[in-house]
DNA sequence: GCCAACGTTGGC
DNA sequence: GCCAACGTTGGC
């Protein structure tokens, strides 16, 4: 039997809502978090986001960006299935099922927050100016948020 | 649609 | 291993 964790870790999930939105897990309630198509945040599946952790669902790429809701990570890393699919626009050639390059977690949804904390309020606080999602440049889509930023935002996520 | 800021590819 | 060219992300 594996050793109980002790420390749970908050991160950030980016999607892009037409895709894959929160309402999309909402629905299906559990989901892979696939398509992952970046080293670092494979790597980050591989040997950083662990069962139990939380996760804020974060919507990109569309018309008013910010976070929407939290899910919870409920299987470790295994690999993404879309990579052997050769109707999937994930398929990868150079990838093997003996040694598979891309991985993917499975999220469990939480909640949808009553209000969306969109990015102009994450960047306007200044409790949360060290985000990475906030850094210049960065572009991953998925990034870790420290304990006091998760609270943080879970109180702006509050009704009034 | 624009474009800054990346990441990836491939010739050498 | 360098780096130019190309592709992608994602806010605006």
Redesign the pocket.
Known sequence: MKAPKTTIRYWLF???PDVFGISHLRQKKIAPWD?I????VRNLLRDEVAVGDIALF??????I??IVGEMEVVKGAFPDVLQFDLASEYFDK?STVESPRWLAVTVKFRQIFPRMVT??QL?ADALLSQMT?L???????ITEVTEADYHRICLLAKKN
């Open positions: 980016k999607s892009e398509g198509r970046n080293y670092q974060y919507h990109s790429n569309t018309k960006p910010g150079a990015l102009k960047r999602i850094r210049k440049g960065n572009r991953l889509s």
